[in-house]
């Protein structure tokens, strides 16, 4: 069975950091892509970033320069380090996992960012 959990949410004010965690089970971490996704309200969900089983990454214009992916495989754990946030960083942040024929999701973690 996979499980993705994130943590690490909360609220920060504008121009604060966070860190994001996502611990991943029920898959071979390893040779999985992951990414994070994210959905304000009121707007669809979108990418924020991914990163591939071989580390290469992948930003949405909005976030690049200020959040960094990545991963720990001995860990089974893929992070999102977010800088300089915005107010319109407000949003409930997924992980995202394929494995198989599958596309798995966590149940999100919220954060908000109060200016």
């Known amino acids: 069975q996979v499980q993705l959990v994130e943590s690490g949410g909360g609220l920060v ?6 860190r ?4 991943a089970s029920g898959i071979i971490f390893s ?4 990414g994070w996704y994210r959905r304000a309200p009121g707007k669809q969900r ?6 591939t089983s071989t580390r290469r990454t992948n930003y949405a214009d909005s976030v690049k ?10 860990k089974n754990t893929v992070y999102l380090q977010m800088n300089s ?3 319109e960083d407000t949003a409930v942040y ?6 198989g024929t599958g596309d798995y999701w966590g149940r999100g ?3 908000t960012v109060s200016s």
């Open 65 to 74: 320069g200020r959040f960094t992916i990545s991963r720990d495989n001995a």
């Open 13 to 18: 004010q504008a121009g604060g950091s966070l």
């Open 109 to 111: 973690t919220q954060v």
């Open 94 to 99: 997924y992980c995202n996992t394929r494995w």
């Open 20 to 23: 994001l965690s996502c611990a």
């Open 46 to 51: 979108e990418l924020v970033a991914s990163i």
């Open 85 to 87: 946030l915005k107010p």
């Open 31 to 34: 040779i999985s892509p992951m």
